[in-house]
């Protein structure tokens, strides 16, 4: 069934780049996301990224998709104390039919460290 | 708007009790739909509903019933708590559109004991 595998953990210095890593198994998934969550929060949509590109930017973060090897990945760059949170890779599931249905990885907390 | 809002924001329920979590929207989104989170397992769909008047299970149904009798509300009942159910339950709300985009409300902790 369809699976999406993220690494539980990942730890920077304030000012780095940030890579966090997904992968997923649905290549019939329309849109590929990520999410974060702070801290007794909801999910907050960070970006997305149609099946039909490559590469998406916005300002501080730059989305890679790999179709072929089903790989996604998030980078932040110049990583602030700030994004400390729990990042989330999800992608559509066509559950019953519905595209509006998402599938969510565990979750990567990222430690930002002075 | 306000968005997406949940309540109540904590509950501890007793097994054996039933409760219902109330959801609603002000954006006359089409889609809602229940998650819930679990220490380590991420997000697991609920139940989920494309339009008033229309429900459907996802991946982790049993123990939960919903409605949709309008395009604002998508109320999560738990019938018989069990402290399987102890758990971070979120609803999200989605226009149907180019990228299904899901707003999240901010969670409700429920504890069941």
């Known amino acids: 069934g369809e699976d999406v595998e993220q690494s539980l953990f990942l730890s920077v210095r304030e000012g780095d780049s940030s890579v966090i890593n997904c992968t997923y198994t649905?290549?019939?998934?329309?849109?590929l996301y990520w999410y974060k969550q702070e801290p007794g929060a909801g999910l907050q949509l960070l970006t997305y990224?149609?099946?039909?590109?490559d590469m998406k930017q916005d300002q501080r973060l730059t989305v890679l998709l790999n179709k072929k090897d089903k790989h996604l990945s998030l980078r932040i760059a110049d990583t602030q104390t700030g994004d400390s949170a729990i990042y989330f890779c999800?992608?559509?599931?066509?559950?019953?039919?519905?595209?509006?249905?998402?599938?969510f990885g565990k979750g990567t907390k990222l430690s930002v460290k002075p | 708007n306000a968005g997406v809002t949940q309540t109540p924001k904590f509950q501890v329920l007793k097994t054996g009790q039933s409760m219902t979590l109330q959801c609603a929207q002000d954006?006359?989104?089409?889609?809602m739909s229940w998650y819930r989170q679990d220490p380590g397992m991420g997000l697991r769909l609920i139940h989920y509903?494309?339009?008033?008047?229309?429900?459907d299970q996802g991946e982790v149904p049993n123990g939960y019933n919903v409605s949709r009798s309008t395009t604002e509300d998508f109320p999560l009942r738990l019938l018989s708590a069990a402290p399987s159910q102890t758990s971070v339950y979120f609803c999200?709300?989605?226009?149907?559109?180019?990228?299904?985009?899901?707003?999240f409300g901010p969670g409700t902790r429920l504890t069941v004991t």
């Open positions: 649905d290549s019939s998934s329309t849109y």
């Open positions: 999800a992608e559509t599931l066509n559950y019953g039919g519905s595209q509006g249905n998402l599938i």
């Open positions: 990224i149609f099946s039909n590109m």
């Open positions: 954006m006359n989104h089409e889609y």
């Open positions: 509903s494309v339009g008033a008047g229309i429900t």
């Open positions: 999200a709300s989605t226009p149907y559109g180019e990228s299904y985009e899901q707003y």
